[in-house]
Nanobody, 120 residues
Framework: QVQLVESGGGLVQPGGSLRLSCAAS????????MGWYRQAPGKQRELVAG???????NYADSVKGRFTISRDNAKNTVYLQMDNLKPEDTAVYYC??????????????WGQGTQVTVAS
């Protein structure tokens, strides 16, 4: 099993920046696909950005050019750098770790979430 702990959320003004961190323990971090999801009040949880074990990244259209996901396998940590934040980025952000076994079985783990609020 893997345990995930997010940090770095907070209140920021529109146009500002935040960096979220997600520290993983209890597993071989480098083999997991890592992702950041978010959930705003009254909305479904959505994928914001993901990064494969090989370092390939993908982003939701709404954050392309503003957010950057990265990972440091030596520190068992994944980051989400968020720049030019907008009020619509306000949500609880969750870290996710996924592993797909050769049988096709998927294992998923979630962090507890960190609140990001963008407001003036």
């Amino acid at each position: 099993q893997v345990q995930l702990v997010e940090s770095g959320g907070g209140l920021v003004q529109p146009g500002g920046s935040l960096r979220l961190s997600c520290a993983a323990s209890g597993t071989i971090f480098r083999i997991y696909t890592m992702g950041w999801y978010r959930q705003a009040p009254g909305k479904q949880r959505e994928l914001v950005a993901g990064i494969s074990s090989g370092g390939s990244a993908n982003y939701a259209d709404s954050v392309k050019g503003r957010f950057t996901i990265s990972r440091d396998n030596a520190k068992n940590t994944v980051y989400l750098q968020m720049d030019n934040l907008k009020p619509e980025d306000t949500a609880v952000y969750y870290c996710n770790a996924e592993r797909v076994y050769s049988t096709g079985l998927k294992y998923n783990a979630w962090g507890q979430g960190t609140q990001v609020t963008v407001a003036s």
